[in-house]
């Protein structure tokens, strides 16, 4: 445990775990025990940060500390304070620094998960680039978080609309005129809920070109820096537990079929395309994984006509994660010591056996096997918070995918096709 002296002013922001830890301070770069004069103070703060922190992921209003809480001789937290508590998942903060030198590109980091994925990333020490279809946004949040973290680097690539590959191959020739070894790419960007179909101008649907086809070309794009490092890079694809749920028999209609190439399959696609990628490539090169954030209160349910809306909505803000919550998943994904090769990242409900490795009488993708799929989306979070010190729900760990996501002939097939469809033979 470092110690550290000083003072917490209001506007700090803390992550601070059930048991009082304090695991990062946006002022002081140490991690390390809540002081306080007595074991009794330290109770009521601890409890009122887990009040706090419950009353959060239903409101969604930043945590506050308003009573004042001594840290003995050595510090003190008082005043109105923004608390952010982590508790559910703290397996990323266990490595703090472990990734200085690293670099980085996050897609989609402007928000939601993508955004706190980029922040762990540069808590961690890595230089990070935030690649995002709005780049305004993306600035302020390089600016936050170069404020936030003394010391960090955090910068914006060129706008990134990954339905738009002349857009990707951009963004990828621009960090190649670096000529840095790139260690990780987190393929997070992502859209679901579309009002109408759409195709882009080479006929591919737009779900499955923001999905799948955008990531596919932009990690065959980066391959060069991905592979020029000493040490084996990281690609982290965030996948879903909906890929269980689906089939992809026909790559073609896949990728030009708006009812073919719906959210669920492009999941299902990025999994075939990451399992591909690791065949291709040694992992001593490169290490290809995908994830599943669990389910989490983001952006993302905004448009849907269903769960953007009440009573839905409701429902979703008190059962689903909060976006910090969410982004631990493919955090640990891309900073795992020891990564599986390929594999698929879940945890808590998301990785039971139930849903992950169904056992004979409910088949896979059958209805039964959507109804765990929903008892566990509902469930895995108010779950994992009440189990929050109970470390097998929390652990992040390689589960198995559908077994489709094996298919190695459809994975092929569908690599070749997507390559002519990026252009990128
Ligand atoms: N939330 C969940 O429960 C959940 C569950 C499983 C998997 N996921 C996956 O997690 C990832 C992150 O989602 P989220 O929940 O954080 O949703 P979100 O808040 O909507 O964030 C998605 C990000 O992707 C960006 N994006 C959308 N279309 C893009 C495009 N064409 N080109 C480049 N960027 C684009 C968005 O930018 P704009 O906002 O500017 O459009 C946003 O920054 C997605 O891949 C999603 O499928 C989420």
Known sequence: ???????????????????????????????????????????????????????SSISRRPLQVKSQHKTGSKGFVGGRKYVRCAFSELQCSTRNGALAGKVAIVTGSDRGIGRFVAEGLVAEGATVKLSCIDVEPARLAAEELNAAYPGAN???????????????????????AEETPLDILVN???????????YTSAGIGGCAAVNFLGPYALTRRLLPALTAGESASRVVTVASVMHRFTRLDNPERFLRDWSAGGYRACKLAVILFTKELQRRIRADKLVAVTCDPGAVFSGIWATSPVF????????????????EDGAQ???????????????????GLFACPWLA??????RAGSWAHQLVGLFCSLFDWPFRWILFGWKWIKQCRAVATAPVADDQKLAAALWDLAASAADLH
């Open 1 to 55: 445990m470092t110690k550290k002296t000083g003072f917490f002013k209001e506007g700090d922001n803390l992550k601070v775990s059930a048991t009082g830890k304090i695991l990062h301070s946006s002022r002081f770069k140490f991690r390390g025990e809540l002081q306080t004069r007595s074991s009794s103070e330290r109770f009521w703060w601890n409890m009122s940060a887990v009040a706090l922190q419950w009353t």
């Open 154 to 176: 955090v910068e914006v690539t060129p706008r990134l609309d990954l339905a738009d590959l002349s857009s990707v191959k951009e963004v990828a020739d621009w960090f190649l």
């Open 357 to 362: 490795s169904p056992p004979s009488m409910i």
């Open 308 to 323: 953007g809306k009440p009573p839905m909505l409701w429902l979703l803000k008190a059962c689903y994660a909060p976006i």
């Open 329 to 347: 998943a493919p955090l640990w994904a891309a900073i795992d010591p020891e990564p599986v090769p390929g594999g698929y990242y879940a945890r």
């Open 188 to 198: 997070n960007a992502g859209a679901n809920f579309f009002p109408n179909p759409w």
